[in-house]
């Protein structure tokens, strides 16, 4: 999802940009100005408590507009992102835009302020007055409105300065050139958002393989924690020696370990659009970190896919597995290859299930070719990256 506020004075050529960015971006156009007129236009209750104060400049109160707003995300949940224009407008009105927005699981990218003098704010204004029809395009009420803007409006830039969002252009510029200011912002924006997807599966259900496909196909940075310990193992690091004690002693690799690979992983990546992780989280404690790893970040999971495969036919490639020089320690006997899989059962199920319950899990069927069950993913992750949130 790409979400976008448009921020200046009245005047300042927001409605003018809107035009342009819904087409391009294809977002939902959410003015609160329209919104109000068009309450008022309909005479409905909403709208009569509205006019008399829109008519003087004042700004309605912000009970009217967290039910306009509200009523118009709601309805559009599946929006591929929403463009606001002349909301937030007070410092209350940020908070809320702050919690609609973790309501649909989704945060504002940026806020665009348009800058523009007052006077030439007023000039725009009077001439728009001789053809819009607007109550409030008269040189009384648009003074009440400036003074309201920079009373009550401005604060709210200090919110989204302290939140890393805020943007600025000059809206003396001609219109074109206002228009690629702001392409530039978001171009770099849609260039920061990574894509993360958990890929999920059984032994044997082919995951390594098609990770590491889905991860050259799409720009992704392939993690895996078991390749990761075996590389620090196989270069000799003393994370890799250590690791090589604990597999001497029969232990597990503690989440420590793991951890810090991970994290120089994620600290290392170089123009990736995203991660996709295999073999990590194993646990829910392990759920947690990486939350909290992406988090660091300023990124979150975007996708979770789980491969399905029967067991019988997991136990089948494990078995054939075992039996060519490609063969992991771990398959080389039935013992190991059950203890495998039940590991899975028991470690690994809880946390697929949690997931399920928070942000859904997309069941890919895992027979067929490796290419079938390669489109199969492309496909999800395609509809993913168009609908990112
Ligand atoms: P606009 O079309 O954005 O210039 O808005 C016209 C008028 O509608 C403003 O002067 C306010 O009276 C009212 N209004 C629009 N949006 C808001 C808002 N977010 N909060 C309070 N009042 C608003």
Known sequence: MLNIALFGPPGAGKGTQSEFLIKSYNLYYISTGDLLRKELAEKTKLGMEAQSIIASGGLVPDEIIVQIIEKTITENPDANGFLFDGFPRTYIQAYILEGLMIKLNTSLNCLISIN????????????????????????????????????????????????????????????????????????????????????????????????????????LEYVATGNMLDSEIAKKTPIGKKIMELYNNGQLVPDEIVVELIEKSLAERQDVKGFIFKGFPRTLVQSYILDGL????????????????????????????????????????????????????????????????????????????????????????????????
């Open 116 to 219: 523009v003098p007052e006077e030439e704010s007023v000039s725009r204004l009077l001439k728009r007055g001789e053809t819009s029809g607007r109550l409030d395009d008269n040189e009384s009420v648009i003074r009440r409105r400036l003074a309201e803007y920079n009373e009550k409006t401005l604060p709210v830039l200090r919110f989204f300065k302290e939140r890393g969002i805020f943007h600025e252009v000059n809206g003396l510029d001609t219109i074109p050139n206002v228009e690629s200011q702001i392409r530039k912002i978001i171009k770099h924006e849609l260039s920061k958002r990574l894509f993360n997807v958990v890929l999920f599966g059984y032994p044997g259900s082919g995951r390594g393989s098609q990770g590491k496909a889905i991860a050259k196909k799409f720009e």
């Open 294 to 389: 992406l988090k660091k970040h300023n990124s979150s999971i975007s996708q979770i896919i789980e491969i399905e495969v029967p067991l019988l036919e997991l136990i089948r490639r494990l078995d054939a597995r075992s039996k060519t020089p490609g063969s992991m320690p771990y398959d080389s006997s039935t013992e190991k290859i059950v203890k495998r899989i039940d590991e899975h059962e028991k470690k690994t199920s809880p946390v697929i299930e949690k997931y399920k319950q928070l942000h859904g899990v997309i069941k890919v069927d895992g027979m067929g070719t490796f290419d079938e069950v390669l489109n199969r993913i492309s496909a999800t992750i395609e509809h993913g990256m168009k609908h990112m949130r």
